[in-house]
């Protein structure tokens, strides 16, 4: 039997806003399932909690939604103990760069072959509109939440600098191109990290949901994936570059990151005092 | 319910009488040793053996353990240091016997130190009596402290350290003249320690022969003591840590992931299973901190595979939100915790009883758990097992309390036989129907759905759901699962109302309630004190009231022995039963508490 997407979908109606990307992002994840040709039995879907954590009771699989943060810990038992099964994780900002970033480098580390995906939309949407790790300093919300003081993370700098081997961004309104990252993302036999970038209906202004879609860019057909500083540079653009940043070709080693970064000049997180110091001296 | 047989012990040995006149005895260059006189037998020998870092005491308290169990011998060893992380102050207690013990006791019938400045930070854990051997360093004419002891026998001394104008340089091997002594005074062959130095240091011939030929010249020295003799029962016995006993039980139950962070005292779990996990197909991995160790735990354990973790009281901390994860998600999870001294950081290698009311308690919400207590290492194996029954027949977290005092000392015991069943979970096919929490029948729990199996996909989630295991914030269907899952406390209840272990006679008017560590200790009062009995619960969590009422009646006068500032024991106890009149005799841990220390608090209690 042939399986649709469709056929990947659990009974469970999403609780989700209505136009939220995370719909998209349930669309193009199932698509790939099926493009894969996986058998719903043999998946592992484990989410945390936030929004974008109820994608996993939404797919028919043996799903997890755990705790706030903790989904990478409980993936990577389940994929060292059942090594034939598919396993991937979904969750938000908060959950994956907040609570839980203390996980990822280490999950990054093991390389156990888990597929990452991040539904970014800048903000918690579940507690009602906080900052977030992603949220940008100039955002404006129209509720009377605090400004935010902080400079907001570069998730897609982070992992490459923990020496993931698979990244790539993707956005939720861009089904085709979410397919094919999801799919390119499961076949990689590592862990593979998917940034995409899924706006919030609710806490942000349609304003801005359509100014991030515009600084999206994707990656041109001759860039090459292979190559790490190509990855660092797309990464640190103001743009979001679209597509697969970084593959590392098989069999070599994970680039030696922070020390490489700071010899030029781009120690992660990027600050401008950072950049005067001395090479390899991180502070 | 196992009522032990009392097996008596005498609590020291006789007074060691020097085959030779009590003189300045010097290791000679050459020379045959001295026909020792034939000396009093004896039951059991405690040895303390105190140095500095690199006079090799842990070795030679390591050896003269292998020696023991080759002969057939029991014991116990404790090590304690100082707080360096390398180096500093050692000490090894050994107690050996011909009948298996699990306390270490707290005189010592021989005392070798190779310095006595070093001693000072041993106050409280070594004593000698009026009858103690003591065979100290002749070059070091320091006075022995005051808290010490008397021995009214003479002392020994030997040239252990090499000096050179004035100063110690290094020479032969102060643990290997140690060896030497030891063997001669206890009447053992010396191919019985030549065949421990090549257990110890076969792979590394240099050091095995630089270590042979030290203790080859020093079996020649004259003037060597005599001690009792304590003879083995010829057959050779197996020498296990409380930590590995707890590693190893756990393999032996099932257990085929294990996810841990280093912490004291528990690492010892980790590095067992690290050697002894993956070859039976296992897996372990080193997680980045606590919380994530339990969080792999559970994904392998979703994943349908039995799995745990071992840690101390700062890392069950972390792992307390998990813990209700693993309860509500219905994932089965077993928690080893060596309690330490806290609260926070506490005296990490020092042991204490007050992780108590954590393991019981600790959790945001309603959460069925279970908890049971390890007596000694040989119960560790027992308990290991019991712990993964109920962990995967009930789909819970299952905490099992160890301490410091039993998770670092090694014991003798009889060979481990693997006889126990194999634990099980119940798992979902087709025909247990399309609700993965719906209970049906008189089962307590429902299927577990492994992944993989066809037409089993489903959510588990740490939200609440619906018995189909849809997320819901449905006020009934809370209150419904709730009962659901607490139903399982009731049917492990009377799974386990006689998991407890009662010492001494039937029948004698004082009783003591301990658990954990104390068992070894109180196995020795009740049967030097027949007026006493003792009740010591395996689980503490559902507790087995009704064993205990019953095992209270006729009792004059009862107490709560426990290492724990607070009196945790009590203070529970006193929310499951009728305390009044039962006295908390509890104090901060650090040390564990000995006869005399319990017989002082006894009294001090009003015991009558």
Same mark, same amino acid.
């Given at each position: 039997?042939?399986?649709?997407?469709?056929?990947?979908?659990?009974?469970?109606?999403?609780?989700?806003?209505?136009?939220?990307?995370?719909?998209?992002?349930?669309?193009?994840?199932?698509?790939?399932?099926?493009?894969?040709?996986?058998?719903?039995?043999?998946?592992?879907?484990?989410?945390?909690?936030?929004?974008?954590?109820?994608?996993?009771? =939404?797919?028919?699989?043996?799903?997890?939604?755990?705790?706030?943060?903790?989904?990478?810990?409980?993936?990577?038992?389940?994929?060292?103990?059942?090594?034939?099964?598919?396993?991937?994780?979904?969750?938000?900002?908060?959950?994956?760069?907040?609570?839980?970033?203390?996980?990822?480098?280490?999950?990054?580390?093991?390389?156990?072959?888990?597929?990452?995906?991040?539904?970014?939309?800048?903000?918690?949407?579940?507690?009602?509109?906080?900052?977030?790790?992603?949220?940008?300093?100039?955002?404006?919300?129209?509720?009377?939440?605090?400004?935010?003081?902080?400079?907001? +993370?570069?998730?897609?700098?982070?992992?490459?600098?923990?020496?993931?081997?698979?990244?790539?961004?993707?956005?939720?309104?861009?089904?085709?191109?979410?397919?094919?990252?999801?799919?390119?993302?499961?076949?990689?036999?590592?862990?593979?990290?998917?940034?995409?970038?899924?706006?919030?209906?609710? =806490?942000?202004?349609?304003?801005?949901?359509?100014?991030?879609?515009?600084?999206?860019?994707?990656?041109?057909?001759?860039?090459?994936?292979?190559?790490?500083? %190509?990855?660092?540079?797309?990464?640190?653009?103001?743009?979001?570059?679209?597509?697969?940043?970084?593959?590392?070709?098989?069999?070599?080693?994970?680039?030696?990151?922070?020390?490489?970064?700071?010899?030029?000049?781009?120690?992660?997180?990027?600050?401008?005092?950072?950049?005067?110091?001395?090479?390899?001296?991180?502070? | 319910?196992?009522?032990?047989?009392?097996?008596?012990?005498?609590?020291?040995?006789?007074?060691?009488?020097?085959?030779?006149?009590?003189?300045?005895?010097?290791?000679?260059?050459?020379?045959?040793?001295?026909?020792?006189?034939?000396?009093?037998?004896?039951?059991?020998?405690?040895?303390?053996?105190?140095?500095?870092?690199? /006079?090799?005491?842990?070795?030679?308290? &390591?050896?003269?353990?292998?020696?023991?169990?080759?002969?057939?011998? =029991?014991?116990?060893?404790?090590?304690?240091?100082?707080?360096?992380?390398?180096?500093?102050?050692?000490?090894?207690?050994?107690?050996?016997?011909?009948?298996?013990?699990?306390?270490?006791?707290?005189?010592? &019938?021989?005392?070798?130190?190779?310095?006595?400045?070093?001693?000072?930070?041993?106050?409280?854990?070594?004593?000698?009596?009026?009858?103690?051997?003591?065979?100290?360093?002749?070059?070091?004419?320091?006075?022995?402290?005051?808290?010490?002891?008397?021995?009214?026998?003479?002392?020994?001394?030997?040239?252990?350290?090499?000096?050179?104008?004035?100063?110690?340089?290094?020479?032969?091997?102060?643990?290997?003249?140690?060896?030497?002594?030891?063997?001669?005074? +206890?009447?053992?062959?010396?191919?019985?320690?030549?065949?421990?130095?090549?257990?110890?240091?076969?792979?590394?011939?240099?050091?095995?022969?630089?270590?042979?030929?030290?203790?080859?010249?020093?079996?020649?020295?004259?003037?060597?003591?005599?001690?009792?003799?304590?003879?083995?029962?010829?057959?050779?016995? %197996?020498?296990?840590?409380?930590?590995?006993?707890?590693?190893?039980?756990?393999?032996?139950?099932?257990?085929?992931?294990?996810?841990?962070?280093?912490?004291?005292?528990?690492?010892?779990?980790?590095?067992?299973?690290?050697?002894?996990?993956?070859?039976?197909?296992?897996?372990?991995?080193?997680?980045?901190?606590?919380?994530?160790?339990?969080?792999?735990?559970?994904?392998?354990?979703?994943?349908?595979?039995?799995?745990?973790?071992?840690?101390?009281?700062?890392?069950?901390?972390?792992?307390?939100?998990?813990?209700?994860?693993?309860?509500?998600?219905?994932?089965?999870?077993?928690?080893? &915790?060596?309690?330490?001294?806290?609260?926070?950081?506490?005296?990490?290698?020092?042991?204490?009883?007050?992780?108590?009311?954590?393991?019981?308690?600790?959790?945001?919400?309603?959460?069925?758990?279970?908890?049971?207590?390890?007596?000694?290492?040989?119960?560790?194996?027992?308990?290991?097992?019991?712990?993964?029954?109920?962990?995967?027949?009930?789909?819970?977290?299952? +905490?099992?309390?160890?301490?410091?005092?039993?998770?670092?000392?090694?014991?003798?015991? /009889?060979?481990?036989?693997?006889?126990?069943?194999?634990?099980?979970?119940?798992?979902?096919?087709?025909?247990?129907?399309?609700?993965?929490?719906?209970?049906?029948?008189?089962?307590?729990?429902?299927?577990?759905?492994?992944?993989?199996?066809?037409?089993?996909?489903?959510?588990?989630?740490?939200?609440?759901?619906?018995?189909?295991? %849809?997320?819901?914030?449905?006020?009934?269907? %809370?209150?419904?699962?709730?009962?659901?899952?607490?139903?399982?406390?009731?049917?492990?209840?009377?799974?386990?109302?006689?998991?407890?272990?009662? +010492?001494?006679?039937?029948?004698?008017?004082?009783?003591?309630?301990?658990?954990?560590?104390?068992?070894?200790?109180?196995?020795?009062?009740?049967?030097?004190?027949?007026?006493?009995?003792?009740?010591?619960?395996?689980?503490?969590?559902?507790?087995?009231?009704?064993?205990?009422?019953?095992?209270?009646?006729?009792?004059?006068?009862?107490?709560?022995?426990?290492?724990?500032?607070?009196?945790?024991?009590?203070?529970?106890?006193?929310?499951?039963?009728?305390?009044?009149?039962?006295?908390?005799?509890?104090?901060?841990?650090?040390?564990?508490?000995?006869?005399?220390?319990?017989?002082?608090?006894?009294?001090?209690?009003?015991?009558?």
């Amino acid at each position: 039997m042939v399986m649709k997407a469709k056929d990947y979908r659990a009974q469970l109606e999403p609780v989700w806003c209505t136009g939220c990307g995370d719909y998209g992002v349930l669309k193009g994840l199932t698509q790939a399932f099926a493009d894969l040709e996986l058998r719903p039995e043999n998946l592992g879907v484990i989410s945390g909690i936030g929004c974008s954590s109820r994608l996993a009771g =939404y797919t028919r699989s043996y799903s997890f939604n755990s705790i706030h943060g903790r989904a990478l810990p409980i993936a990577t038992g389940l994929k060292l103990a059942r090594p034939e099964l598919t396993v991937v994780v979904v969750g938000g900002d908060g959950d994956g760069f907040s609570i839980g970033l203390g996980h990822i480098p280490h999950a990054i580390r093991r390389n156990v072959k888990i597929t990452y995906a991040v539904l970014d939309n800048g903000l918690y949407g579940l507690t009602k509109g906080q900052a977030s790790p992603t949220t940008e300093q100039d955002f404006k919300r129209d509720r009377g939440l605090a400004g935010v003081e902080e400079r907001p +993370l570069n998730p897609l700098l982070l992992v490459l600098s923990s020496g993931c081997g698979f990244v790539a961004r993707s956005h939720a309104g861009n089904l085709p191109h979410l397919r094919q990252m999801f799919r390119e993302a499961m076949k990689y036999p590592g862990f593979a990290f998917v940034h995409v970038l899924a706006g919030c209906v609710t =806490y942000q202004t349609p304003s801005y949901a359509e100014e991030i879609y515009r600084r999206c860019d994707l990656l041109p057909e001759t860039y090459d994936a292979s190559n790490f500083a %190509h990855a660092v540079e797309a990464a640190r653009g103001e743009r979001f570059a679209l597509g697969v940043l970084y593959r590392r070709p098989e069999g070599e080693a994970p680039a030696v990151l922070p020390a490489a970064l700071a010899g030029e000049g781009g120690v992660w997180p990027p600050t401008p005092e950072a950049a005067d110091l001395p090479p390899g001296d991180a502070g | 319910m196992s009522t032990e047989s009392i097996r008596p012990i005498a609590a020291r040995a006789g007074a060691a009488a020097p085959a030779e006149p009590a003189a300045q005895a010097q290791a000679a260059a050459s020379g045959q040793p001295a026909a020792p006189t034939t000396p009093a037998a004896t039951e059991s020998l405690v040895l303390a053996l105190v140095g500095s870092g690199g /006079d090799g005491v842990a070795l030679l308290g &390591d050896l003269v353990l292998r020696m023991a169990a080759q002969q057939g011998l =029991y014991g116990i060893m404790v090590q304690s240091y100082g707080p360096q992380i390398r180096g500093g102050e050692s000490a090894a207690i050994l107690r050996l016997a011909r009948e298996e013990v699990h306390y270490e006791g707290e005189h010592a &019938d021989v005392l070798l130190c190779f310095r006595v400045s070093d001693l000072r930070r041993f106050l409280g854990s070594v004593r000698v009596h009026a009858g103690s051997l003591m065979i100290l360093e002749a070059s070091d004419l320091a006075e022995l402290p005051a808290w010490l002891g008397k021995s009214e026998q003479a002392t020994y001394r030997y040239p252990f350290a090499t000096i050179v104008d004035g100063a110690e340089v290094e020479g032969d091997p102060k643990n290997m003249l140690g060896l030497a002594l030891l063997t001669r005074a +206890l009447g053992w062959s010396s191919s019985l320690a030549r065949r421990a130095l090549e257990q110890k240091f076969g792979k590394r011939p240099a050091v095995l022969q630089r270590n042979l030929a030290a203790f080859d010249r020093a079996w020649r020295a004259k003037d060597v003591p005599a001690l009792p003799l304590l003879q083995g029962h010829g057959v050779p016995l %197996h020498i296990e840590s409380g930590n590995e006993a707890v590693a190893r039980g756990a393999i032996e139950a099932g257990l085929r992931f294990f996810a841990g962070y280093p912490i004291t005292p528990s690492s010892e779990i980790l590095e067992t299973v690290i050697d002894e996990l993956p070859p039976v197909g296992g897996t372990v991995v080193q997680a980045e901190d606590e919380i994530a160790a339990l969080g792999m735990v559970l994904g392998a354990s979703f994943g349908g595979v039995p799995a745990m973790t071992a840690t101390s009281g700062p890392g069950l901390s972390l792992m307390t939100e998990m813990m209700g994860l693993s309860s509500m998600a219905e994932v089965p999870a077993v928690i080893v &915790d060596c309690q330490r001294a806290g609260p926070a950081t506490g005296m990490p290698s020092r042991t204490e009883q007050s992780d108590l009311f954590h393991a019981l308690y600790a959790g945001h919400g309603d959460f069925p758990r279970a908890v049971l207590g390890v007596f000694d290492s040989v119960h560790a194996r027992d308990v290991m097992n019991k712990a993964f029954h109920i962990a995967e027949s009930y789909q819970l977290p299952v +905490l099992v309390l160890s301490d410091a005092y039993i998770a670092q000392r090694r014991e003798i015991r /009889d060979a481990p036989v693997d006889n126990r069943g194999k634990p099980r979970r119940r798992v979902w096919s087709a025909e247990h129907g399309p609700a993965r929490f719906k209970l049906t029948g008189d089962h307590p729990t429902t299927p577990f759905r492994v992944p993989g199996t066809p037409g089993g996909t489903y959510l588990a989630a740490g939200i609440e759901h619906t018995a189909e295991g %849809h997320p819901t914030a449905d006020t009934t269907v %809370h209150q419904e699962m709730n009962a659901k899952r607490f139903r399982k406390v009731a049917a492990i209840a009377e799974e386990t109302k006689d998991w407890y272990r009662t +010492l001494g006679r039937e029948g004698a008017p004082r009783g003591i309630i301990a658990w954990g560590s104390q068992h070894g200790m109180l196995r020795e009062w009740v049967a030097a004190h027949p007026e006493y009995r003792a009740f010591l619960p395996e689980i503490l969590s559902p507790f087995p009231v009704r064993g205990l009422e019953e095992w209270r009646r006729g009792l004059e006068w009862t107490c709560v022995a426990e290492l724990s500032y607070q009196g945790q024991l009590h203070r529970y106890l006193s929310g499951l039963t009728d305390m009044s009149g039962v006295k908390s005799i509890a104090r901060s841990g650090g040390v564990p508490m000995t006869l005399s220390e319990l017989e002082a608090l006894l009294n001090s209690a009003g015991a009558q």
